[in-house]
């Protein structure tokens, strides 16, 4: 069975860090790029990072020099390191994988975790 299961959310003032950590199962990521989503509430879902199988990070503008994303193949696993977090990044964030490639559309995900809530806020 394909499971993504996010981990690592909570609540951080702002100016905080986290990080979020993704395990996969049932597949191996090797040939995926993993991407992390995130859902502010009443807004759409947008794409915050994704690596790809190689290793290639790339990131919105918004969080670019702020968030780091990694990958560990071996363990099937994806991180998302958020460093001086707003409170606009308030958000469910959910990780996501795309077989071969990176995208930032919703759609051209195969797989979804189900979310983990990161609140930023004093």
């Known amino acids: 069975q394909v499971q993504l299961e996010e981990s690592g959310g909570g609540l951080v003032q702002p100016g905080g860090s986290l990080r979020l950590s993704c395990a996969a199962s049932?597949?191996?990521?090797?040939?995926?790029?993993l991407a992390w989503f995130r859902q502010a509430p009443g807004k759409e879902r947008e794409a915050v990072s994704c690596?790809?199988?190689?290793?290639?990070?790339d990131y919105s503008d918004s969080v670019k020099g702020r968030f780091t994303t990694s990958r560990d193949t071996d363990k099937n696993m994806v991180y998302l390191k958020m460093n001086s977090l707003k409170p606009e990044a308030t958000a469910v964030y959910y990780c996501a994988a795309m077989y071969r490639y990176c995208s930032s559309h919703v759609s051209g995900m195969n797989y979804w975790g189900e979310g983990t809530l990161v609140t930023v806020s004093s």
């Open positions: 690596i790809t199988p190689t290793g290639a990070p």
């Open positions: 049932g597949f191996s990521t090797f040939y995926y790029g």
